[in-house]
């Protein structure tokens, strides 16, 4: 909603790094069975492919992090392997085919 909403934009405008909270929707992204579930873990997984990433959590990162608004996820985490997979994403950097291609899944439509 923040990337509609005119929040991104503002920060951008004005330098303020944007935080995003639970940027692994609470784990959904890894099990959760909605539809919206389903196709973001798709496109995920076929960008995790072709980038050649460990796990769909460093993609989802990378997305975020490819984003010009520089936003930071906040983790939120205290497993070791998911503090890791955030720092490892800052190596990636996703074309504009791939991040759209993400950015698709989580609208569930087409963007023109």
Same mark, same amino acid.
Request: net charge negative; hydrophobic share 40%; with cysteine.
């Given at each position: 909603?923040?990337?509609?909403?005119?929040?991104?934009?503002?920060?951008?405008?004005?330098? $303020?790094?944007?935080?995003?909270?639970?940027?692994?929707?609470?784990?959904?992204?890894?099990? @959760?069975?909605?539809?919206?579930?389903?196709?973001?873990?798709?496109?995920?997984?076929?960008?995790?492919?072709?980038?050649?990433?460990?796990?769909?959590?460093?993609?989802?990162?990378?997305?975020?992090?490819?984003?010009?608004?520089?936003?930071?996820?906040?983790?939120?985490?205290?497993?070791?392997?998911? $503090?890791?997979?955030?720092?490892?994403?800052?190596?990636?950097?996703?074309?504009?085919?791939?991040?759209?291609? $993400?950015?698709? @899944?989580?609208? @569930?439509?087409?963007?023109?």
């Amino acid at each position: 909603e923040n990337i509609h909403d005119g929040t991104l934009d503002f920060c951008q405008e004005k330098r $303020i790094p944007p935080m995003a909270w639970s940027p692994l929707a609470g784990g959904s992204v890894f099990t @959760g069975q909605s539809d919206k579930d389903v196709r973001i873990r798709a496109a995920l997984r076929s960008v995790q492919e072709e980038i050649g990433a460990a796990s769909i959590d460093e993609v989802m990162y990378a997305w975020l992090f490819t984003h010009p608004a520089d936003i930071m996820p906040i983790v939120g985490s205290g497993k070791e392997n998911r $503090i890791s997979a955030a720092v490892r994403a800052s190596a990636y950097k996703l074309s504009h085919d791939q991040w759209f291609r $993400i950015y698709t @899944g989580v609208q @569930g439509c087409d963007i023109p």
